[in-house]
T-cell receptor, first 114, second 112 residues
């Protein structure tokens, strides 16, 4: 299995631009999580899906952030418009029902907004 | 008070040393206790997990949970330079809430 695949690995964009991050979870995993990681705040859960349905988006910072999961093998996290304070590493992770301890993370997207 | 507290370090030890990494938590209802390892510019990967209390050993790694003190530990014996990474603790409950509560991570450097 190729694991959780995220793209792009790096993204540099100007303030005000739209940014779309992509994720392909592990086949057979029915949970998908989007996280943001910064030095100051650590790992923050933004949103998670179960069977493609958003379950909890309480961690989404504001309306500029949106996430979709149109099918079991693809999810996007969109920021529009982007701001410098959105600069962070964004991780996607997936897991299976009944496995409470095991998330598999992707390698992340390092976002820089200038 | 944060739900999980973890000293961010950094921690620097010589090769072969025994390393002790620790977290404290506040909610006694938590049941699953995990340690993730994160190498630079990579995502976290599950290293070990423990359900409820007690010890679990896997090679050079031992995870301990003391529920009475709300304290979890990861011990690394005979540490190697390849162990240099950030170690994050995470805790959760079973049930529909799939959220993991994360520590900030402890940065470890093992020097040859």
């Amino acid at each position: 299995d190729a694991g959780v695949i995220q793209s792009p690995r790096h993204e540099v964009t100007e303030m005000g631009q739209e940014v779309t991050l992509r994720c392909k979870p592990i086949s057979g995993h029915d949970y998908l999580f989007w996280y943001r990681q910064t030095m100051m705040r650590g790992l923050e859960l933004l949103i998670y899906f179960n069977n493609n349905v958003p379950i909890d988006d309480s961690g989404m910072p504001e309306d500029r952030f949106s996430a979709k999961m149109p099918n079991a093998s693809f999810s996007t996290l969109k920021i529009q418009p982007s701001e410098p304070r959105d600069s962070a590493v964004y991780f996607c992770a997936s897991s299976q029902t009944g496995i409470y301890y095991g998330y598999t993370f992707g390698s992340g997207t390092r976002l820089t907004v200038v | 008070q944060k739900e999980v507290e973890q000293d961010p370090g950094p921690l620097s030890v010589p090769e072969g040393a025994i390393v002790s990494l620790n977290c404290t938590y506040s909610n006694s209802a938590f049941q699953y206790f995990m340690w993730y390892r994160q190498y630079s510019r990579k995502g976290p990967e599950l290293l070990m997990y423990t359900y409820s209390s007690g010890n679990k050993e896997d090679g050079r790694f031992t995870a301990q949970v003391d529920k009475s003190s709300k304290y979890i530990s990861l011990f690394i014996r005979d540490s190697q330079p390849s162990d240099s990474a950030t170690y994050l603790c995470a805790i959760t409950n079973a049930g529909n809430n799939r959220k993991l509560i994360w520590g900030l991570g402890t940065s470890l450097a093992v020097n040859p």
